[in-house]
């Protein structure tokens, strides 16, 4: 709760956050109206829970242009079973994952950020202790030359009978900016 508003995913810490052009919502809008319901149906949800949010465009700007926490792995905590119990642990261990997404600050502010939140005032007293083992900056692909745009709308109105619609996927990848970078 620190670090991630649990109603709405929304990270806290705007180190991590990256403006979003009015070009990126219009085409975020483009792309929700062309894959309809899809978007919902696409991903499996357990019974009666629903996504973050209902407007299918704010979905696309989550999930490709804004950033998100995982916990990727825990330790300290006993596994389900009879190890189980009603008691308090001496530690927890948690590894997380925030996706930075392109644009945004600095990889390592934003790392410098989350680690000072932390840190700074626990709960009970206690102790936590944040240490840093990657800190990658988003990478978004190069605008597309207009004579590949005119190409891929073409193909998409000859077999959709619609323009071609962009689709961001979030994800820090640092392969792909070591790649950007070496040509």
Same mark, same amino acid.
């Given at each position: 709760?620190?670090?991630?508003?649990?109603?709405?995913?929304?990270?806290?810490?705007? =180190?991590?956050?990256?403006p979003?052009?009015? *070009?990126q919502?219009?085409?975020?809008?483009?792309?929700?109206?062309?894959l309809?319901?899809?978007?919902f149906?696409?991903f499996?949800f357990?019974?009666g829970?629903?996504?973050?949010?209902?407007?299918r *465009?704010?979905l696309l700007?989550?999930?490709?242009?804004k950033?998100?926490l *995982?916990?990727?792995? =825990?330790?300290?905590?006993? @596994?389900?079973?009879p190890?189980?119990?009603n008691?308090?642990?001496?530690?927890?261990?948690r590894?997380?994952?925030?996706?930075?997404p392109p644009?945004?600050?600095?990889?390592?502010?934003a790392?410098?950020?989350?680690? =000072?939140?932390?840190?700074?005032?626990?709960?009970y007293?206690?102790?936590?202790?944040?240490?840093?083992?990657?800190?990658v900056?988003?990478?978004?692909? @190069? @605008?597309?030359?207009?004579?590949?745009?005119?190409?891929?709308?073409e193909a998409?109105?000859?077999?959709?009978?619609?323009?071609?619609?962009?689709?961001?996927e979030?994800?820090?990848? @640092?392969l792909?900016?070591?790649?950007?970078?070496?040509?």
């Amino acid at each position: 709760a620190r670090i991630e508003d649990s109603a709405t995913g929304e990270i806290l810490l705007q =180190e991590f956050h990256a403006p979003i052009s009015e *070009a990126q919502r219009r085409q975020a809008e483009a792309t929700a109206a062309a894959l309809g319901d899809e978007i919902f149906e696409e991903f499996p949800f357990a019974k009666g829970v629903r996504p973050a949010f209902e407007d299918r *465009a704010e979905l696309l700007l989550a999930n490709g242009l804004k950033p998100n926490l *995982a916990i990727i792995a =825990e330790s300290g905590i006993p @596994p389900l079973g009879p190890e189980a119990g009603n008691s308090i642990h001496a530690w927890v261990e948690r590894t997380l994952s925030i996706r930075i997404p392109p644009g945004a600050a600095d990889a390592e502010v934003a790392a410098q950020a989350l680690k =000072e939140r932390l840190e700074a005032n626990p709960p009970y007293n206690a102790i936590v202790e944040c240490t840093i083992e990657a800190a990658v900056n988003g990478w978004a692909a @190069p @605008p597309m030359d207009e004579w590949l745009r005119d190409s891929i709308n073409e193909a998409s109105q000859m077999y959709f009978q619609r323009p071609a619609a962009e689709l961001w996927e979030g994800g820090t990848i @640092p392969l792909a900016g070591d790649v950007q970078r070496s040509i």
